[in-house]
T-cell receptor
Framework: DTAVSQTPKYLVTQMGNDKSIKCEQN?????MYWYKQDSKKFLKIMFS???????INETVPNRFSPKSPDKAHLNLHINSLELGDSAVYFC?????????????FGPGTRLLVL | GEDVEQSLFLSVREGDSSVINCTYT??????LYWYKQEPGAGLQLLTY?????DMKQDQRLTVLLNKKDKHLSLRIADTQTGDSAIYFC????????????FGAGTRLAVHP
């Protein structure tokens, strides 16, 4: 019955590897997001998808590629991982308008690149 | 551009009130939010306020919004040790699609 879920919860990998993080929401929301939280806890949006269409793409390296197979899923694939990619990645979802714009967050995926 | 700022640390005694402050630069904000993050956990939505409101109360939480000064505050009454966490202020700005801009977070430490 989890609203926004992410897998895996923890990910430890070597520099240069390719990895994916998955996100699913069962809230019936139209919009999903990926945020990155760095070691200083600063949160910044990376991407947003509305009904499987990319609507926000912040200045994120093109090694990061989001994919939305349907509006309940937004996955994040990262190529050629670098040390600086170590962070906590949060997925979130919201409806499109009004009060339903409130974003609900997943538990986070803690990525450590060695 | 949009910017949201918060003080980084706050220490209070158990039972006292905590007030966490936030300022923002863009007056086009529609909603302003407070999220709580406990150690090792995700972000929990605490409360929100629409930009045409001045105040919102929800049990021990009181949110005050001063639109003129672009200042938002979160007051926690009777602060408990379980309130120790990082509190993020965030603004939803109307300049684009649902772009939520977060402050850096205020670490609240509650001591006996």
């Amino acid at each position: 019955d989890t609203a926004v879920s992410q897998t895996p919860k923890y990910l430890v990998t070597q520099m240069g590897n390719d990895k994916s993080i998955k996100c699913e929401q069962n809230l019936g929301h139209d919009t999903m997001y990926w945020y990155k939280q760095d070691s200083k806890k600063f949160l910044k949006i990376m991407f947003s998808y509305n009904n499987k269409e990319l609507i926000i793409n912040e200045t994120v390296p093109n090694r990061f590629s989001p994919k939305s197979p349907d509006k309940a899923h937004l996955n994040l694939h990262i190529n050629s991982l670098e040390l600086g990619d170590s962070a906590v990645y949060f997925c979130a979802s919201s409806q499109a308008t009004g009060l339903q714009e409130t974003q609900y967050f997943g538990p986070g995926t803690r990525l450590l690149v060695l | 551009g949009e910017d949201v700022e918060q003080s980084l640390f706050l220490s209070v005694r158990e039972g006292d009130s905590s007030v966490i402050n936030c300022t923002y630069t863009d007056s086009s904000s529609t909603y302003l939010y407070w999220y709580k993050q406990e150690p090792g956990a995700g972000l929990q939505l605490l409360t929100y306020i629409f930009s045409n409101m001045d105040m919102k109360q929800d049990q021990r939480l009181t949110v005050l919004l001063n639109k003129k000064d672009k200042h938002l505050s979160l007051r926690i009454a009777d602060t408990q040790t379980g309130d120790s966490a990082i509190y993020f202020c965030a603004g939803l700005f109307s300049g684009g699609y649902n772009k939520l801009i977060f402050g850096a977070g205020t670490r609240l430490a509650v001591h006996p």
